[in-house]
């Protein structure tokens, strides 16, 4: 029963977010988050919700602390599991998105060093973009 709620709170959240509906997306991933501070999901969701809000119209908040916020949610994660390869692609296309290439490329030399002892079904997406940035982008 609570994993239902959860996850309909997820959903909510991510649809949310896709809207473009982020304090919706927030306020709903907050109280995730205060019920269970180590939700990955949630702290991926916020990750990428808080991105995506960044670099949109929106203006309430400057994008550099939306920005600096998604790096600790990443973070976060990584600091929960280690072994998080979501999570450490995400990070790694995070200073992408923001042209910091060096950092970007170490951890996505990273990620695909990781993924190679990991079901690669799972990461498919992931591993085909890692490794077409890794192929055209320079440091």
Request: proline fraction near 1%; hydrophobic fraction near 40%; charge should be negative.
């Amino acid at each position: 029963m609570a994993n239902d709620l959860r996850y309909r709170r997820l959903e909510r959240a991510r649809a949310a977010s896709l809207a473009g509906q982020f304090s919706v997306a927030y306020k709903g991933l907050d109280e995730l988050l205060r019920q269970n501070p180590d939700d990955i999901e949630a702290h991926r969701l916020y990750g990428n919700a808080l991105e995506t809000d960044a670099f949109s119209e929106d203006d309430v908040m400057p994008a550099d602390v939306r920005l600096k916020a998604a790096r600790r949610h990443y973070r976060h994660i990584l600091s929960v599991d280690a072994s998080n390869l979501f999570a450490l692609f995400d990070l790694a296309e995070h200073f992408s998105n923001i042209g910091k290439n060096r950092v970007a490329r170490a951890l996505f030399e990273e990620f695909l060093r990781q993924s190679e002892a990991k079901n690669l079904d799972d990461y498919e997406d992931e591993l085909a973009r890692a490794t077409a940035w890794l192929s055209t982008t320079s440091t």
